[in-house]
């Protein structure tokens, strides 16, 4: 008798233990393919440009709020844009300067192929409505001219042969530009009214911008004189 109610007992602890158990047991189920196929679309966006297909993600379209690149990824965009039969979104411009414009938006930085320009990009930029991109390449394409202008500017030169009396005219009157390199005193060359008149040869040079041929020809001229005057 006492036997039958310890086994009675006991199977009733096991089942109270069991179904605690059952009810303290998280129940996990995975996501299905149908699901994390609509997160990855979701997630990432296809963009057909000029033919070719490019792949990114939202977070990378979306760097710049006011991008037209930006509104184009929203799922409630106002902006009308035909798609493919893949689904990606079809921009009529032309492939090869948009990659430059996405890896921008990639990474941060600007990297062009040597068969790319800067005025190339800076157009799709000004498509795109990408702002910081548009200054970043106007300061390269100014630095780049700048650097030019530096490279070809050359220094004219000018011997000029003055009188003791005319040289502190010219002196006063000197500008434009024009400075002073050397000054050679020739000694007394005539004699007026029984007192001698020294001679001066003045060698001027000024900067010039251009890169025509002849600014180097008057450039070798000037040294060749400025040498010859220095040993007078």
Known sequence: MDSTRDEKA???????????L?????????????????KLKKNWIRLNVGGRIFMTSRLTLGRDPDSFLFRLCQEDSELK???????????????????????????G?????????YEGVLEEAEFYNLACLVELIKHRMTEINS????HHAKNVYRV??????????????????????QLINLGSSYKYNLEDRA????VVSKECHTSANDNNESADRGKVLQQRASRI
């Open 10 to 20: 006991d199977k009733f602890s096991c089942q109270n233990s069991s179904n605690s």
């Open 109 to 117: 930085k600007l990297i062009l192929n040597n068969d790319l320009n």
């Open 81 to 107: 844009t035909d798609v493919d039969e893949s689904g990606a979104y079809m921009i009529d411009r032309d492939p090869d300067y948009f990659s430059p414009v996405l890896n921008y938006l990639r990474h």
């Open 160 to 181: 000029l042969q003055w009188s003791e009396e005319e040289l502190a005219q010219m002196v006063s009157n000197i500008s434009d530009g024009w400075k002073f390199e």
């Open 22 to 38: 059952s009810k303290n047991k998280k129940i996990v189920t995975s996501k299905s393919p149908v699901e994390t196929n609509n």
């Open 199 to 202: 001679e001066f040869l003045c």
């Open 147 to 150: 650097k030019k202008t530096q």
